[in-house]
């Protein structure tokens, strides 16, 4: 075999891409398909936002203005759908596939051809999804977590919700499984395990998630689907079969799902905390075996989410216990982040901004989370707008800040210029002012009893509903304002990037050039880990 | 990581993923447009079935293309067996969801309509006589009276064949090892006749279920397990006497050296895979 290895050098060994189209139909390399999953995620980001700025529209003031209740329906569960798999998931698989071969020092993906397939099933999926809004019956409006028996009242959008939802699943199984594989079968010779840098370890964890809880939800679709066309009875009563036991399978996907979309934030704060405060990350093992914990509680909590719909007593003290011990290494977490400042030479420069904003606005999140939990609390909480206060606070000024961060973190690398640094603070404060006059109030009118879903509402919600709306809007214009900061970086408007970015960041990354070249570590790195800042 | 000295295979662009894409495309529209009522999405499903199997024969094709010229290093065959490897576990929480699906349908679900725990007025209101018992299609006798598939007969002899082929596929796997190709090609070949009388007699059994004992895919919920357990199972089934039927005549091609035929190791993980489900379904959908 090696001795045919010469030849086949020379049959690889290109420097550039392609020209034309075929470079991004055909691509290969994971740069160029970090770039096209970050494109993708960014215009999801606003095809999702302007869904929810119909829903805030809508809910300015009490009584019905806008759209008929039906269309709010479609708007609430579109967006949902649009932002956890066309925005977040795609936003972090983008950064992954940037930045995990450079940062463990591979030459790409393990499985190069796969990681074009599992993009190019994406734009699929979603011309799927976004084709039943002009169908008979609308969009489904059913909520993304397609209960039954609400969602088989879904009209011809209902198959093409299912497959849509097959095809996102397989699009991350196997964008999953090219993660572990290069994570595992391609680090540079001497990162072992626990040498590898944060953002890899919580991806590795992140993959395996995905794998165990992608086929599980592709197999609740697939029940509904035969329900609804092959007079099956999984989720029909007089069948012997239970509505409530498609929540359970549902959700036994849908928690582990919400540390899908904020195990890989951890890891870019992880970085990017260290990198501006000088200091290596503190506690690196301890954070390992948090995100590990983390994962492995997500797979026995998910009940917490079906508190109302009812189950044993027992039950429901396990899955209040079990929720509640998430705390413990989620504070492991927060604890390492804020010591690795301690005494730090710390700088703020716009991804510094948002991994701050990040560590307080998604410890707040963490902490409505814990009141959630708490069985005869959640009885009053539950599907009203507290819960759409706490999943917000950790998925926009969490996962979403976290996106944002490791973009303004790692784009200079990308393209070779800064982002103006102006700019960039513009956006974040922007953001972060915006977000929690939007979802702040949300906390309120959820323990003074308003329920999510619903497009009219009792006068008396009606200041805070106006609060949260204005700054709904604020929030999406402010992000018109991360697209200009993007594409002013991409067009190389800004000043020119050293190779190591930052003040001596840490991690291989930093030791290609920048912009990193088509090809990168085509023969591995002799050593890859820097231990200490000098 | 050994192998540093040899370069990773980065293949070029390729453009089968993105017919994979159309294909995908086509079919799932074809479907849904079916489903629907409209009958043009029968022609499109068709269309992009084809599709996808144009380009499983040309993707494989190319891949084994450069596997006998010898491109893929030691490093290139561990990320081909990792990617299968958690690729099969992808395939067994897929099957977990079913399987979660019968258990809690018969444990809890179907115990708490018969008026179990605190769920005495849920029975005497809204299924006032219902008792909880296995096999049932439901308090509403969803699909009409019907016969349980039992242990023996068919599937006591399906079990004996997929086991069998177990077997025959590991002698074949140790033969290849040591090199003895005749004994590979009739073993590899006992594998995938095996496999393909199993679904036969499965088959056999599906029209015994529909034709004599109204046991349909209507039959309530143990109608619904036990058909979609043991239909996805077949499936699988399918889908690995395929792929062992072109390993065999990869085999006859001259394909795989002793320590160099990943597709072979693939395949038969695949096919313990399968049979490692069957034994489950074998206990838990049609002994227990």
Known sequence: MSATVADTHAEHEHHGPVAGWRRWLYATNHKDIGTMYLILSLIMFFVGGVMALIIRTELFSPGLQFVNPAFFNQMTTMHALIMVFGAVMPAFVGLANWMVPLMIGAPDMALPRMNN??????????????STLFMPGGAPASGWTMYPPLVLQTGDAFPFLIFSVHLLGISSIMGAINIIVTIVNMRAPDMSLLKMPMFVWTWLITAYLLLAVMPV????????????????????????????????????????????????????????IPTFSRKPLFGHDSMVYAASSIAFLS??????????????????????????????????????????????????????????AFLFLFTIGGFSGLMLAIVPADIQYHDSYFVVAHFHYVLVPGSVFAVMAAVYYWMPKWTGHYYDERMGKLHFWLSTIFVNVTFFPMHFLGLAGMPRRIPDYSTQFADFNSIASIGAIGFGLSQLLFAYNVIQCVRKKGSTATDAVWDQPQGLEWTVPSPAPYHTFETPPTSSVKTTFS | MSHAEEKYYVPHGSHWPIVGSAGLLFLMVGVSVWLNGGDTGFWVMLAGFAIIIFMLVGWFGEVIGESESGRFNTQVGMSFRMGMFWFIFSEVMFFSAFFGALFYARNMAIPWLGGESNNFFTNLMLWDGFESTWPTNGPGNIGGDFEPMGPFGLPLINTVLLLSSSVTLTIAHHALLKGHRSLVKVFLGATFVLGFIFVFLQAEEYIEAYQHMNLTLGSGIYGSTFFMLTGFHGMHVTIGAIMLTIIWFRVLKGHFTPDKHF??????????????????????????
């Open chain 1, 299 to 356: 797979f026995i909590v998910w009940a917490h989410h079906m508190f109302t719909t009812g189950m044993p007593l027992t039950g429901q003290l396990f899955f209040m216990f079990a929720t509640m011990l998430i705390a413990v290494p989620t504070g492991v977490k927060v604890f390492n982040w804020t010591a690795t400042m301690w005494r730090g030479a710390m700088s703020f420069e716009t991804p510094m901004l948002f991994a701050l």
């Open chain 1, 117 to 130: 397939w599992s993009f190019w099933i994406l734009p699929v999926a979603f011309a799927m999804l976004a």
């Open chain 2, 263 to 288: 597709a072979f190791e693939a395949v038969a993980w695949y096919c313990h895979f399968v049979d490692v489900v069957w034994v489950a379904l074998y206990v838990f959908v049609y002994w227990m």
């Open chain 1, 217 to 272: 939800l592709a197999g609740a679709v697939t029940m509904l689907l035969t329900d609804q066309f092959f007079g099956t009875s999984f989720f029909l009563a007089a069948g012997g079969g239970d509505p409530v036991m498609f929540q359970h399978i549902f959700w036994f996907f849908g928690h582990p799902e919400v540390y899908i979309m904020i195990l890989p934030a951890f890891g870019v704060v992880s970085e990017i």
